[in-house]
């Protein structure tokens, strides 16, 4: 089994080398570095689940349902140990160990974890939906999930990695994506998470003619923290970024997203909205720089929040760095309310105020719901955040 010892190491170069200044400014870091690491295996329950796609019970594979023999999962540390599909070159190669500590960390505690392989041209029509289960209660300590997802050359596939948090959980997870030549990957992550605190490191290696595009729901959470490292290192590379947070309460989510265009001919697209009601927080921080050697790339930027209580609070920084003159880049934030004009208009069609703001808030989100070119997800999505709407608009 893989497992690193030196933590003590690892909180040595921490206190040396981690700067939280600047992005990290509107997350308490100090409060999750107080936070310990389980150093031993979760008991996993003999679940049985009507899920279609794999099980991911505890951060352990449970079953794959799948009957595709495209399609290999295994647990990620026998898939190491045994260097199934070259993985052992890539874990750990794709995610930037300089940027938290939290990633190393879970390098240190991570236990079995989770890895998918598509070899070379696969096409799956059908979504692969991987179950991410946690049964467990732990209040103390972060739980440490790790995956490696590999894709092959020309392959199509569509992911979409559903997280049920049934307890109070404190979970510190790593996802490395590894994405070969002219092939587009789809990634939706979809997360209810209430009373989950969560550190969530992804990175994404997309190779020559590649396209990831990566869609995140996060539906509540008392304090989360997604960071999202892209480095576009080949030509004619795309990584595609959509993602829609529904805050109430004191829910805390705070978005980070770092695209470096490093070669000619490279593209990125990255847009937020946000919906907060009662005293929720939101922050998006997108940073795109663009290399000297970034010729004729393309990015862009957007942030949009639609606030419903005074008393909700959102940090926007949109940020473009560009070191080559021929490239094309915008960005650009708005925060407001809903449109009195349009409720206005709407009330005067005979529509009552409620269902003119739910009709408002969901034309807000039709962008992202359109965007998702999937048999079925989008009606299921959509009655999902519809409920949430219902009872907080």
């Not at 794999?54 to 898939?79: P, V």
């Not at 160990?97 to 392989?117: A, C, D, Q, S, V």
Request: aromatic share 10%.
């Amino acid at each position: 089994m893989l497992q690193n010892n030196s933590s003590k190491k690892i909180g040595k170069a921490t206190k040396q080398f981690f700067n939280y200044k600047e992005s990290w400014r509107y997350t308490n870091i100090i409060k999750l570095q107080k936070i310990n690491y389980l150093d031993e295996d979760i008991i996993t329950n003999k679940i049985k689940t009507n899920n279609i796609g794999i099980d991911i019970i505890n951060n352990t594979l449970i079953n794959n349902k799948i009957n595709d023999k495209q399609i290999f999962t295994d647990n990620l540390s026998n898939a190491i140990e045994n260097n199934l599909f070259g993985c052992a070159n890539h874990f750990d190669k794709i995610i930037p160990e300089n940027k938290n500590e939290f990633i190393l960390n879970n390098k240190t505690y991570f236990k079995k974890g989770f890895f998918l392989n598509l070899d070379d041209d696969t096409n799956i029509k059908d979504p692969i939906y991987l179950n991410n289960l946690i049964d467990t209660n732990n209040l103390e300590s972060f739980l440490n999930f790790r995956y490696l997802l590999q894709f092959g050359k020309n392959n199509n596939a569509k992911i979409i990695l559903k997280n049920s948090f049934i307890k109070k959980l404190k979970l510190n997870s790593v996802i490395e994506v590894l994405i070969d030549e002219n092939s587009t990957v789809d990634i939706i992550i979809e997360s209810e998470s209430e009373n989950v605190t969560q550190i969530l490191n992804f990175a994404a290696n997309i190779k020559t003619n590649a396209k990831l595009n990566i869609y995140t729901i996060n539906i509540s959470g008392e304090l989360i923290r997604n960071n999202y490292f892209i480095d576009l290192n080949n030509e004619n590379s795309y990584f595609n970024y959509y993602g829609i947070n529904l805050l109430s309460e004191k829910n805390h989510i705070d978005d980070f997203v770092e695209i470096k265009h490093k070669k000619n001919y490279t593209y990125s697209d990255c847009i937020q909205k946000n919906i907060l009601c009662k005293n929720s927080k939101a922050i998006f921080y997108n940073k795109t720089i663009i290399d000297k050697n970034g010729a004729n790339s393309e990015a862009n930027q957007s942030n949009q929040n639609i606030m419903l209580s005074s008393t909700a609070t959102v940090h926007s920084n949109p940020q473009l760095e560009i070191y080559n003159n021929d490239v094309k880049c915008s960005h650009g934030s708005t925060t407001g309310q809903l449109d009195s004009e349009m409720l206005f208009y709407l009330q005067s069609r005979g529509i009552n105020l409620e269902q003119s703001k739910m009709m408002l808030l969901a034309g807000f989100l039709n962008e992202f719901i359109n965007s998702l070119n999937m048999k079925d997800y989008p009606n299921y999505l959509m009655n999902k955040i519809n409920s949430w709407l219902n009872i907080h608009d």
